[in-house]
């Protein structure tokens, strides 16, 4: 009963890196989704996948790129990681609609310095 | 655009006290409305939901009841517990796209022996 397994669950990079936040679902769930949580901000999606082979923009895509690779996995990728993007993002997949409700991976903490 | 407006935080109650979390929203459709709960160090968990006018949520002693004419999803519980202390997000989806759920900035709730 895994459900959305996310890796790392921590990472540090300085500023300039690149890395790839993998996000994985075991529920046979169409949609997946990527937010970032900052104090006082609560959730801002980056982007979201509806189904297998779509990708589209959230409220905060600069920056980041995505990646559905099948139906399981959705990747996130950071190109040249800044201090702005210090955060923790969370991945989240739902069965058909985001209105089913969401199921949520523990998360990962990023910093960069 | 949709948008959650919650009550500020932190919340500090006894434990064995009556619990409210206001929650209000705008949407330009009738939106699902969802009240999300993140326990420390963890990822977010769907408390309850309610997808249409005068719907009642219910789930571990906690309820919202979805108001139209006010659009509001206050949650409430008679008796909380220590192990309630957590952030509670209120959010919606739109009902036009479904694609995705706005939250709001969560609020932080610890309950004391």
């Known amino acids: 009963n895994a459900g959305v397994t996310q890796t790392p669950k921590f990472q540090v990079l300085k500023t300039g890196q690149s890395m790839t936040l993998q996000c994985a679902q075991d529920m046979n769930h169409n949609s997946m989704y990527w937010y970032r949580q900052d104090p006082g901000m609560g959730l801002r999606l980056i982007y979201y996948s509806a189904s297998e082979g779509t990708t589209d923009k959230g409220e905060v895509p600069n920056g980041y790129n995505v990646s559905r690779l099948n139906k399981r996995e959705f990747s996130l990728r950071l190109e040249s990681a800044a201090p702005s993007q210090t955060s923790v993002y969370f991945c989240?997949?739902?069965?058909?609609?985001?209105?089913?409700?969401?199921?949520f991976g523990s998360g990962t903490r990023l910093t960069v310095v | 655009g949709d948008s959650v407006t919650q009550m500020e935080g932190p919340v500090t109650l006894s434990e064995e006290a009556f619990l409210t979390i206001n929650c209000t929203y705008t949407?330009?459709?009738?939106?699902?409305l969802f009240w999300y709960v993140q326990y420390p160090g963890e990822g977010l968990q769907l408390l309850l939901k309610?997808?249409?006018?005068?719907d009642k949520g219910s789930n571990k002693g906690f309820e919202a009841t979805y108001r139209k004419e006010t659009t509001s999803f206050h949650l409430e519980k008679g008796s909380v517990q220590v192990s309630d202390s957590a952030v509670y997000f209120c959010a919606l989806s739109d009902r036009t796209s479904y694609d995705k759920v706005i939250f709001g900035p969560g609020t932080s709730l610890s309950v004391i022996p």
């Open positions: 989240a997949s739902s069965a058909e609609k985001a209105n089913y409700g969401y199921t």
């Open positions: 949407a330009t459709g009738y939106p699902s």
């Open positions: 309610a997808t249409k006018a005068d």
